[in-house]
């Protein structure tokens, strides 16, 4: 599984498209794909996160805690 890209690279992404720049240009500048741009885009403005989410653990089974 690949790791998470840095918080800078995400905060320089995040700031350009904040500033005016489209999710395309802000991909090309930094070196990042589109999606992911727009994700971390997308998180910031709705969550205030710049931070990956937590990666592994169970994704599919829908037991309970406990």
């Given amino acids: 599984m ?15 498209v904040m500033a005016g720049a489209s999710c395309h240009r802000a991909a090309a500048r930094f070196g990042v794909s589109v999606s992911s741009a727009s994700r971390w885009s997308e998180r910031f403005r709705h969550e205030g996160q710049l931070a990956s989410k937590p990666m592994g653990g169970d994704h599919t089974s829908k037991r309970m805690p406990g």
């Fill in 2 to 16: 690949p790791s998470p890209l840095s918080a800078d690279l995400r905060e320089r992404v995040v700031a350009a």
